[in-house]
Structures are given as structure tokens and as C-alpha cells.
């Protein structure tokens, strides 16, 4: 059974990963989400308008309220710039199964940051929340996210023709990739990573 706990602090050797707040919307516009280098690896069109993404951080900012609501920003420890996002969604009582889903800025690509951050979400998904498996799928012409995805330990599982159509009316095909809780246990002596997670009480804040 899934435990679950919302969206704690978590913090990596050079990330915070913690909640979204409304001072946040002007980074995460001009930091990645009106970025078409960035977007065009997503489903969702690059905004146009600050007031778009006024209208999704305020939505996150809402959806905290629910416990099976995970959704970071990433932060930079030594800067505090805010430099991506990364969400645990569509969880499965029945399997306890869900998937992970993360996108940095254009100018923080290349730098492990990435990884740090995905790193991160597993352990929590897997050593706080008790989840059973973790997926994702990345385009075939996105192999950074590929990357990132083996090096937090997940195989890839097959690959998807026409998985998803983007805004720009192009097909795309996926590579679906997936971590089982056991298989990351296993593995957990080998990954060495270094991270703390703190859950308030309340498991809230
Ligand atoms: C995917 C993404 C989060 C990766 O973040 P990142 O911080 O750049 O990742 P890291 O630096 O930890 O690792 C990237 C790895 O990909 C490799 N890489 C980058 N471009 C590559 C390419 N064109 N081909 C092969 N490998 C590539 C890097 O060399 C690095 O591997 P290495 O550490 O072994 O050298 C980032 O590129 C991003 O936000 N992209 C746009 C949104 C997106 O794709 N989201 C995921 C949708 S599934």
C-alpha cells in the first residue's frame, strides 16, 4: 500500500526539492516553461504568456492540499535559483505503481542535475512512500532523459510507436522505462547516494 505523504522537503548534496509557492511563477516562466527547448520534450506547448503559468503554479500550489499530490521545484542549495521541476503522478492503489515526470531549464542541462533530482524522488517514492514501481517514457529523440533514467537505476522496458502526438502535430515514438521497489533495494548499496528526507509532521509543509 502506497504511503502516502505529499510533497516534503527533500535535500540532495546540491538540490532543494521542495513545494511550489506563487513567488515562484516568473522563474519557472523564464527558466523553462516558455522555453521551446524544453517544452518540445513535453506534451504540453511552451507558455506564451506569464499569466499560463500563473494559472498551473497556482493550481500545484492548490493540489498540495491533497496527500497523493508530490509535485518539487528544484531548487540550487548555493544560489537558490529555481532551475526545474520534478512530480510523482498517476498512482495505482490497486498496483501501488506510478510514474515520474521532471523538466530542468535550458541553462542547467549537463551539469548532474538532472539525475541528483530524479535520484532523489525514487529513494523517496520507494524508502518514505512504499511504491512498487516507478515508470517513465521519454521520446526517442530526448536520450538525456534516457540517460538520467539509467543512471537512478531504471531498464528500459520497450519502445512505444507514436506514443504521444506533440503541439506541433509530429508523432513521436517513446522508450518506456521502469524500477521496481525490489530491484532498487537491491541496488541501493550501489548507488551510495546522498540524501535526506524530511517529512514534517503534519506532512504538509
Ligand atoms: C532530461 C533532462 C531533465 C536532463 O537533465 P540534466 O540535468 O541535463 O541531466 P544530467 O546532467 O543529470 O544528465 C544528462 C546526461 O545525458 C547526456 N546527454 C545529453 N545530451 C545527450 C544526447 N543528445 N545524446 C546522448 N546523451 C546526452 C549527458 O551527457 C549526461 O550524461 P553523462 O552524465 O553520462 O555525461 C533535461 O535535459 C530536460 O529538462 N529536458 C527537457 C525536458 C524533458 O526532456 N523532460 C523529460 C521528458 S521525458
Redesign the pocket.
Known sequence: MINFLGTPKLDTKRLILRRFELKDVQSVFNH?ISDE??????INAAHKEVSETYERVAKIVKDYSSDDFCYWAIEMKDSNNLI?E?DLYNFDNNTGNCEV??????N???????????KAVVEFGFGQMNVHKIS????ID???????MM?ARMAQEGTVRHMIRNTKGKYKD?ALYGILQKDYNESKSILKQEITVFVNKDKRE
Open positions: 523553462w527547448r524544453v517544452t518540445d520534450n513535453r526545474g520534478i515526470s521532471y523538466s530542468l531549464g535550458y542547467w542541462w549537463n551539469h548532474g542535475y538532472g539525475t541528483e533530482a530524479l517513465a517514457a521519454h521520446n530526448n536520450p538525456a532523459s534516457g540517460k538520467i543512471k517513446c
